[in-house]
């Protein structure tokens, strides 16, 4: 290890923007994410042809152990340049990484079986989620098993909370766990059965409830069909019992409704078909034996039984495209075939690197200095995540590229020729992976509780019995390596390194525009924008990378400088007209991803990208079609619904200046947007943070819960203030002194009810932070929007190092009442280097490449 050559950042970036062809998003977001480093940012790889060396030779050694080895030549030619086959996140930087003690799955869910409603099981649980996230894991669970509201319970509290408050403790949890840079990644899901399921999907419709958690619903056939029938249903606690402790009839109708509702407002609950992915779950065979299916990963492509795991690769469609977007256009469906089995060999050898992996997290546990009581738990939990992967060996080989492969066969994603072309690639690739988990069945054993009778009535075998007989004869003679083996995940940043279309998706856009940063005064500069500050910025049109394709291709100049009329027709004439995320066939978009889940025997993750102006009606004719064409989950977003998306180029968006907005002018002093007389009490956040070692604390004053004023410095020393640690809340209450100046007081109310009063918080603090509160205090009242607030903070020249502590203190204090959506604007983003960042839930997250940033 000590004699490994090291890069400088600048290095691997250089080498890595020739790997990519001068793509500098591509080269940034390898060096960022991928790149094999140690705990002190060293970078061990120069450029993604090192990464792939490092996986090829691990994947060798392993099947150096089987009969028909593939070598590392085969493997690094599959995976260079991303151009055929693509590790996931989790694989890509693990394979082979000695810096890094984490596991290759990318996702998991976990559960106890039995009563799992006791305060005990609740934190084991959240015990055992933190101990995955920490490890780069995305964590499902489920809360079937958690009692409804005023449920009786055997404690002091007398009757139970429901599920809520257990959400936002999951929640919170997620939020806390940092995962190189990123939070990590949580799946709440109940079943619509539950007596507390209106509660569950309504949870995260309160600002700044459940921020940590994607949530689903999942919903039965007997209830979509009360639905539209507009019948009576009913709810029981427990979900499955015959004889319920409680039964609750609702209108199926109106729930419904509810549903639809949040999810045209906010994007959730996402809806999970639970009976169509039971009753095609292959794993549910084997339910009696610990494969019952519960939950699923964050992005809903994985249904999971508690304490199994699934690692991801995907194939990358555009690839088996020959003479792309010319009418010679064809699909090499026997090399790709070809790859399909080679795929589904890697993935079980990425299975054995697991379990290795997983030894390697277990000594590591053995050793660590804290007592065998603390690490009690987190070692059995990768006792029993061992057991599972290797009773069942799951894999998921996946795809993405599905919108160029489409666009470059010269089809348009959303119609049926393009639909019906889709399902043929992945029947195509279903077919190969079997038979590739059944030869390896026959030369390295089936998986422990293979049984052929167990499967005979499950809809997905029985569709690879009629579309091969020969494989299913050949299955239940040898068996099958592998419990189940596809799916079809959200590539993210992957497809930015294939320079793709991401997962099944369309192109979100194939012409786009982005913004340089330029100084009005050099001569030449063409300003297009002048953000809130004044700096002027210089408009540019990027290109999809298979759209640029398409236009060498066909002979169209791709360095001449476009009008937008021009770019408009440069669209239409190509076949990525009329096919972008936000103007396929909406409905026909869900019925492709229907006919498509006939041939994937997990899941698929697909989001339905809707205008802003579309009503809730087609929501919910959105869903209902998704439960008839056999989808297995179904998630809508409606445009502005959340934060982050791209700015489409469009002629009335050309040449846009934005002026500065207003904020303290005379004008504005004159007329105050607030009451000018401050009320005497005033509703109070409190909020804790560590800037190194040093304990802060912020007290915001909130006035029809926007910050009107703000008190921070240290805490708990000699000088500051002592509080409580539960104390979250309060109320500033401005007093009049004896010789009539004014203090601030802070008043709590503790566990008992009892009011407590911390007098003349401007006596806790350094005079000087004080002072600077005033001022920050005085631009709040006057309703300067909060990401201006934090910029002024931000420029405040201090000279004293605790002042500038200070200042980050106020930064991290008023970023949680930033509305979700805020660009920061002048910000750049740290893996793309674009000034595409937004705040959402008090982090900046980049709508360019999807960093993220929290603190």
């Not at 509201?149 to 408050?165: D, E, I, M, Q």
């Not at 549903?259 to 009753?279: M, Q, Y």
């Not at 959105?622 to 934060?643: F, M, N, P």
Request: charged residues 25%.
């Amino acid at each position: 290890m000590e004699n490994q050559p090291t890069y400088s950042y600048e290095e691997a970036y250089s080498a890595s923007l020739n790997y990519f062809n001068g793509d500098e998003l591509a080269a940034r977001v390898w060096v960022n994410k991928y790149a094999m480093k140690d705990s002190f940012g060293h970078i061990y790889e120069r450029s993604p042809e090192d990464m792939h060396w490092r996986i090829a030779n691990e994947i060798a050694r392993i099947e150096s152990k089987y009969p028909h080895a593939l070598s590392a030549q085969q493997v690094f030619d599959l995976l260079d340049h991303f151009r055929y086959i693509v590790p996931a996140g989790s694989p890509m930087t693990g394979i082979g990484n000695t810096h890094q003690v984490a596991s290759l799955s990318n996702c998991f869910v976990i559960g106890l079986e039995g009563d799992a409603d006791s305060y005990g099981a609740i934190m084991k649980i959240d015990e055992e989620q933190v101990q995955l996230m920490k490890r780069r894991g995305g964590v499902g669970h489920d809360l079937d098993q958690l009692r409804p509201k005023g449920s009786p319970v055997n404690n002091s509290a007398l009757t139970s909370t429901g599920l809520v408050p257990f959400m936002e403790r999951y929640s919170n949890s997620t939020r806390e766990v940092a995962q190189d840079g990123r939070r990590g990644a949580l799946m709440l899901s109940v079943s619509v059965k539950h007596p507390d399921a209106e509660s569950f999907i309504d949870a995260k419709m309160t600002e700044g409830k459940v921020t940590g958690a994607n949530v689903s619903v999942k919903i039965d056939d007997a209830f979509m069909q009360a639905a539209v029938a507009d019948k009576p249903y009913v709810q029981r606690f427990p979900v499955d019992a015959d004889q319920p402790m409680v039964r609750k009839e609702i209108s199926a109708r109106d729930l419904w409704h509810k549903i639809v509702h949040n999810a045209w407002k906010s994007a959730e609950p996402g809806v999970l078909f639970w009976d169509t992915i039971l009753r095609e779950s292959i794993p549910d065979c084997y339910a009696d034996l610990g494969f019952r299916t519960v939950s699923t990963n964050p992005c809903g492509e994985i249904p999971l039984c508690p304490y199994d795991s699934c690692r991801l690769l995907c194939l990358n469609l555009y690839s088996y495209v020959e003479n792309p977007f010319t009418p010679a256009a064809r699909f090499d469906f026997d090399k790709f075939s070809a790859h399909v089995r080679m795929a589904q060999r890697i993935m079980d050898d990425i299975v054995d690197l697991e379990m290795e992996k997983i030894d390697l997290i277990m000594e590591k546990i053995k050793n660590d200095p804290q007592s065998d009581d603390v690490k009690h738990t987190e070692y059995h939990l990768w006792e029993k995540i061992k057991h599972k992967s290797g009773l069942g060996r799951r894999t998921g080989v996946g795809i993405t590229a599905e919108g160029d492969m489409i666009a470059a066969m010269g089809l348009r994603y959303g119609t049926q020729e393009a639909t019906d072309f889709a399902v043929s690639v992945q029947k195509t690739l279903a077919l190969n992976a079997y038979r590739s988990s059944v030869t390896m069945a026959e030369e390295r054993g089936a998986f422990a509780i293979y049984d052929a009778e167990r499967e005979a009535n499950n809809p997905f075998v029985n569709r690879l019995r009629e579309a091969d007989p020969q494989l299913y004869d050949d299955m239940v003679k040898h068996g099958r390596r592998n419990i189940a083996c596809l799916t079809i995940a959200p590539t993210g940043t992957t497809s930015l390194m294939t320079q793709t279309t991401s997962g099944i998706e369309p192109v979100f856009m194939p012409v786009y525009k982005r913004r340089r940063k330029v100084n009005p005064n050099d001569k030449e500069v063409h300003v297009d924008y002048v953000d809130e500050v004044g700096d002027s910025f210089e408009e540019y049109i990027v290109y999809h990378k298979k759209f640029l394709e398409w236009m060498k291709i066909n002979g169209v100049d791709t360095e001449k400088k476009y009008s937008q009329e021009e770019i408009d027709a440069l669209v239409a004439r190509s076949p990525y007209y009329k096919a972008t995320a936000n103007d396929v066939d909406w409905l026909m978009k869900v019925r492709m991803q229907g006919a498509i889940q006939k041939w994937v025997d997990h899941s698929i993750s697909v989001t339905v990208n809707l205008p802003n102006n579309v009503d809730e009606e087609l929501v919910n004719r959105l869903y209902v079609e998704a439960w008839r064409s056999g989808c297995k989950g179904c998630t809508i977003y409606r445009d502005g619904s959340r934060s982050g998306v791209m700015v489409a180029v469009t002629k009335k968006d050309k040449k846009k200046r934005q002026e500065p907005p207003a904020t303290v002018t005379a004008t504005a002093l004159q007329r105050p947007l607030v009451q000018e007389v401050r009320p005497k009490e005033l509703d109070c956040d409190v909020v804790r943070f560590q800037n190194n070692r040093e304990k802060w604390v912020a007290f915001v004053g909130l006035l029809n819960g926007y910050p009107y004023e703000i008190f921070t410095g240290l805490q708990d020393d000699e000088e500051g203030i002592v509080l409580p640690k539960t104390v979250t809340k309060g109320k500033i209450i401005k007093q009049t002194n004896d010789d009539g100046s004014h203090r601030y007081d802070f008043q709590f109310e503790n566990k008992r009810g009892y009011k407590t009063t911390v007098e003349g918080l401007s006596e806790k603090f350094n005079p000087e932070y004080w002072n600077y509160a005033k001022l920050i205090s005085g631009v709040l009242r006057y309703r300067m929007p909060i990401d201006h607030v934090i910029k002024l903070v931000g420029s405040l020249q201090l000279n004293d190092e605790s002042i500038n502590t200070w200042k980050n203190g106020v930064e991290r204090a008023l970023k949680k009442y930033i509305t979700d959506g805020t660009k920061a604007a002048g910000k750049k983003c740290p893996v793309c280097g674009q000034e595409t960042l937004v705040y959402q839930e008090g982090c900046l997250i980049c709508t360019n490449c999807g960093a993220s940033r929290c603190g």
